[in-house]
DNA sequence: TATTGTTATACTCTATAACTATA
DNA sequence: TATAGTTATAGAGTATAACAATA
């Protein structure tokens, strides 16, 4: 048979487009204009895997140091991180959620997950395994 | 159970980072920095389906129309696509490809997509065939 | 020297609002 | 009036290069 190659090359330009199409969809969803899609993430990913430093931020969030240290300079602003330094490495900074954060994400990222949610109710349980599988696949071809 | 709704508020946040990631991961995949991700996107939507109006690429896309015509002016002044007055409706303009972005797309797209089909290959054909159906599934949600 | 983070700068992507031309 | 497209303008998102501080 030996249809992998072309198979994968299919695969590679539809999921591409797709996901580029998808990612508009879902940044063009804001509803509330003072946190972004991005801003949203970065506080999603300190919920989830607890206080580190910019670096490590911006390597979960696959951009680059620079990136990230714009994000975490307008999360302070807004109140929603703080900057401590790190205890024992100078060069370091440990970025934490203020209890603000937590409020936030809560009622911020349901709001913004709304219309996510409902389309997502609107499928089949098979379509959502999918999706929830492809999310594991997606993010090991991003971290890869 | 009733563990749908928890289940779906889940996946959704799980699928928007993995989406944001990956995407991420893919307009960083840049190699040619003539032709840009988005740029790649509008022409083989083009050849994929033929010529089409401005309006209608944009619809495809999912961006607003002024944000088209930013990119099909790029592209004329490239010289990958032409703009041609429509033959009766004297307010719309038919956008075509050139044959030397025909010639670009079988060369650039799949050096742009050397990366992505090389990690595709390493996964197992069951995971590409979540993709697959990911993919469709991902397009429908944004079309919707 | 190597690493961490930041500043400076610039480019891509995309949107909304206002305008023009045609239907 | 309504529609298609464009122009003008602005903001979000991200990168590279250069710099400062610490290890």
């Known amino acids: 048979m030996s249809r992998t190659p072309l198979d994968t090359a299919a695969l590679a330009h539809d999921l591409r487009l797709a996901v580029m199409r998808f990612s508009r969809r879902l940044r ?9 899609l991005t801003h949203l ?6 919920k989830r895997h607890g206080a580190m430093s910019p670096g490590e931020l911006a390597t979960h969030e696959r951009v680059q140091p620079p990136s990230m240290t714009r994000v975490v300079v307008a999360l302070e602003g807004m109140g929603l991180v703080t900057r401590s330094p790190h205890p024992t490495d100078g060069r370091q900074v440990v970025i934490d959620l203020t209890p603000a954060a937590g409020e936030l994400l809560d009622a911020e990222a349901q709001a913004r997950e709304a219309w996510l949610s409902e389309r997502l109710h609107e ?4 379509e959502r395994t999918v999706l929830r599988e492809a999310s594991a696949i997606m993010d090991k071809l991003a971290s890869g």
Chains 1, 2 share one sequence.
């Open 41 to 46: 993430a970065a506080l999603s990913t300190l």
């Open 28 to 36: 063009n969803q804001r509803v509330d204009h003072s946190v972004t």
């Open 123 to 126: 499928l089949t349980p098979e």
